[in-house]
Nanobody, 122 residues
Framework: VQLQASGGGLVQAGGSLRLSCAAS????????MGWFRQAPGKEREFVGA????????SYADSVKGRFTMSRDNAKSTVYLQMNSLKPEDTAVYYC????????????????WGQGTQVTVSS
């Protein structure tokens, strides 16, 4: 599976962005999808994950209530809607595909996209 993340950019605090992650191949619906992020000088961290069907999601406490994941299996694409953005959300955002549950553990994801930069100005 090859993953291509897009939709990053520069936004003011309080604004919104929607990230997309398009997957190649015809087995997209068999993968749990996750979003992770890495801020400068920090380790990569979990943002959220969505089940194969899209019915179940899980989020990091830091984004809960502000970020929403969704997926369109017909388009082999997963989305991350980010609202009420804060400067501390500034990071490179990565999408990932895995075969386990909606896990926050990076080593449970087998495939990773190249990342898209999100910068939130104060």
């Amino acid at each position: 599976v090859q993953l291509q993340a897009s939709g990053g950019g520069l936004v003011q605090a309080g604004g919104s962005l929607r990230l997309s992650c398009a997957a190649s191949g015809r087995t997209f619906s068999s993968y749990v999808m996750g979003w992770f992020r890495q801020a400068p000088g920090k380790e990569r961290e979990f943002v959220g994950a969505i089940s194969r069907s899209g019915v179940s999601t899980s989020y990091a406490d830091s984004v809960k209530g502000r970020f929403t994941m969704s997926r369109d299996n017909a388009k082999s694409t997963v989305y991350l809607q980010m609202n009420s953005l804060k400067p501390e959300d500034t990071a490179v955002y990565y999408c990932a595909a895995g075969r386990w549950g909606t896990s926050a553990k990076q080593d449970e994801y087998d495939y990773w996209g190249q990342g898209t930069q999100v910068t939130v100005s104060s």
